[in-house]
């Protein structure tokens, strides 16, 4: 069984920066396909960016060229770099980790873009 943690949520302005971390325990973490999703208020839960184990990233139209998937398997992490952070960027974002039918999901941690 895979536990995530996420953390680095928070308040920022339009324009800022932030970086989610996702802590993952396991020692097979590598072969897990990883992901950020989001879920607005009154929204249904959407994907963000994957990264697969070989570190092929996919993204979301709507944060192509603005955020970037990473992942370090040395220490079981995976990380969502946020710029050009926008209001709409509000939601609650998930961590995800998938290998085949198998399929775990972290707490989420808050992000909140606003003046």
């Known amino acids: 069984q895979v536990q995530l943690v996420e953390s680095g949520g928070g308040l920022v302005q339009p324009g800022e920066s932030l970086r989610l971390s996702c802590a993952a325990s396991g020692s097979i973490f590598r072969f897990y396909i990883m992901g950020w999703y989001r879920q607005a208020p009154g929204k249904q839960r959407e994907l963000v960016a994957t990264?697969?184990?070989?570190?092929?990233?996919n993204y979301a139209d709507s944060v192509k060229g603005r955020f970037t998937i990473s992942r370090d398997n040395a220490n079981n992490l995976v990380y969502l770099q946020m710029n050009s952070l926008k209001p709409e960027d509000t939601a609650v974002y998930y961590c995800?980790?998938?290998?085949?039918?198998?399929?775990?999901w972290g707490q989420g941690t808050q992000v909140t873009v606003s003046l």
């Open positions: 990264i697969s184990d070989s570190a092929g990233t």
């Open positions: 995800n980790g998938q290998r085949g039918s198998l399929g775990y």
